[in-house]
């Protein structure tokens, strides 16, 4: 018979401290090498797959913002007063302008009117963009801007200096086509066929497609610095190279008017339905080297395409303030009364070029001036000495009459 007050034997564990040192050191093995392999070297998704994700992304942000529009609308629908201000007679009012008006006018019709093809367009656009290139290749301009604004103040603490190691502007260029005019409301929403009066109301806006295949490239290389605990710790060379392959989508532009107080701009922004492709390239490490980083790629990617979306996809749009269209006398060039300058020369070349005409014409005219007092006294050397030769008496200027002087 069992005592009960002597406790029964404990079980003996059926691991050694040994073997789960071992067990605790393979399972971190086995996490990390998962971590690596499926987290880093993982194989990124297709581009197909990756640009129709952020297709259905951008496109659910763009419904969800015009369906906030519509109810914000139909919430609050207070008529606009305006205080009526005196005008001079002398200056005839217009008519209203509307978007019938100069739909009708320009004989446009925006609901059975094809497409137009942009040709000279591209030709422009061509000739501005090999100029932008040539102007950048003078004098490093585009190597020093982009140097001085990476290394800018807003760079963090854990990197080093920045240091552009390529830049390539590409050789082709955009192609713009599919061109047509649609009237949208003031949040350029577009008015449908039954809009009615309601385009009155709006504005015109014009729609492109554009098409860039090209290898605009820009790479660099810095140093990841790890400063816990204390500075320098640890130092990581990364280079990195990102190159724009493909970009097409539609570009919109429309002119908001403008009132006494501010200026007529030019809006553009691009729909949600664009498509940008990047061919990353990644360099990681001084020794073992790590090179194209999928995970790299992936967020490079992810945030270039999110600075993109915050300035220029729909509903967000870039604006540009247009200057006074009205002919003015300064701004006139050509002609005879004032010789045309070749485009290269600036402002300030022309204003030293225009100095130094005023300071040789003033040359001239003094170097004249005092030729012909030169040749006047001369002159009057002259008949001076022929007086005296033929023994004539010679009279001072202003002398009294009668009185001679006889020179010896």
């Not at 297709?46 to 952020?54: G, H, I, L, N, Y």
């Not at 001036?369 to 009057?380: F, N, P, S, V, Y």
């Not at 004539?392 to 020179?407: D, T």
Request: with cysteine; proline share 7%.
């Amino acid at each position: 018979m069992s005592n009960p007050m002597i406790p029964p034997p404990k079980a003996e564990s059926s691991l050694s401290f040994t073997q789960g040192l071992l067990l605790g050191q393979l399972s971190i093995v086995f996490i990390l090498g998962a971590f690596i392999k499926f987290f880093i070297f993982g194989d990124p998704p297709s581009p197909d797959v990756t640009a129709a994700v952020r297709a259905t992304e951008r496109r659910s942000r763009s419904l969800a913002h015009k369906r906030s529009l519509l109810s914000l609308r139909s919430s609050q629908r207070h008529p606009s007063q305006s205080l009526n201000k005196k005008r001079s007679s002398v200056l005839r009012n217009p008519p209203p302008l509307t978007t019938t008006t100069i739909l009708s006018k320009t004989y446009y019709n925006v609901d059975g009117h094809q497409p137009e093809s942009l040709d000279w367009f591209n030709v422009l656009v061509a000739q501005t963009i090999a100029q932008f290139r040539s102007d950048a290749q003078h004098d490093d301009a585009i190597l020093t801007s982009l140097t001085k604004a990476l290394n800018g103040t807003s760079r963090p603490d854990f990197l080093d200096e920045i240091k552009i190691t390529e830049i390539s502007l590409g050789e082709d260029f955009p192609i713009f086509s599919n061109c047509r005019v649609i009237p949208v409301d003031e949040d350029g929403l577009t008015l449908g066929k039954d809009g009615g009066g309601g385009r009155d109301q709006g504005r015109l806006q014009a729609r492109m497609d554009v098409d860039l295949s090209d290898f605009i490239t820009l790479a660099l290389e810095t140093k990841l610095l790890l400063n816990y605990p204390k500075p320098l710790v640890a130092v990581l060379p990364v280079a990195l190279a990102v190159s724009v392959v493909r970009f097409s989508g539609t570009l919109s532009i429309s002119f908001i008017p403008g009132g006494p107080t501010n200026a007529t701009t030019l809006a553009f922004s691009f729909l949600d339905d664009y498509r940008l492709d990047f061919s990353i390239r990644s360099l990681v490490g001084s020794r073992s080297r790590l090179q194209d980083v999928p995970k790299i790629a992936q967020l490079v990617e992810a945030r270039l395409h999110t600075w993109f979306d915050e300035r220029c996809v729909e509903p967000r749009f870039q604006h540009i303030e247009l200057p006074s269209l009205w002919p003015r006398k300064k701004n006139t060039r050509g002609g005879e009364d004032a010789p045309s300058e070749p485009a290269s020369i600036s402002r300030a070349k022309g204003k030293e070029i225009e100095r130094d005409l005023r300071e040789e014409a003033r040359r001239e005219i003094e170097a004249e001036a005092r030729a012909k007092a030169d040749r006047d006294r001369l002159e009057q050397e002259g008949i001076r000495w022929r007086r005296r030769a033929r023994g004539e008496e010679y009279a001072m200027p202003g002398s009294m009459p009668g009185l001679n002087m006889n020179i010896t």
